[in-house]
């Protein structure tokens, strides 16, 4: 199995420390429940992007953002991909993405640290795979 990390923007990270940092401002007045309200929204936050990856483990590729989701696709169903930096809902943590096309029409987009790399071993599975 080959496991890839997802690409992390720092913009991304920056927005989710402020919400929280942003929210202690507000609430200061009341310290602790300021705490409680922070350190809840981190953990919230942490359950949803923490651990994000994509692995490939024969003809399968699992995905993971956060706790919540968990899905695995055949790459053999896997009819092209393309380079993607919209900010459609992903799990991803850049918007630098690899949308993966489906030949059933679904796609989903993957932000993996080498996404030359990652498109390689798709492509080792699946040579017909076509980019776009």
Known sequence: MTKFNSKVDAW?????????LLLISFLSGESWIGLVVTTMIILI?????????????????HIRCGTFYKRTFHISKIHSYKESHELYRAPALSASKIKLQFKNGEWVAVSPENSILFANRLKRVNPKIIEK
């Open 12 to 20: 991304m990270v920056i927005v989710f420390l402020a919400i929280p």
């Open 45 to 61: 936050i942490l359950a949803l992007v923490w651990p994000t990856y994509y692995a490939i483990d024969g003809d399968k590729l």
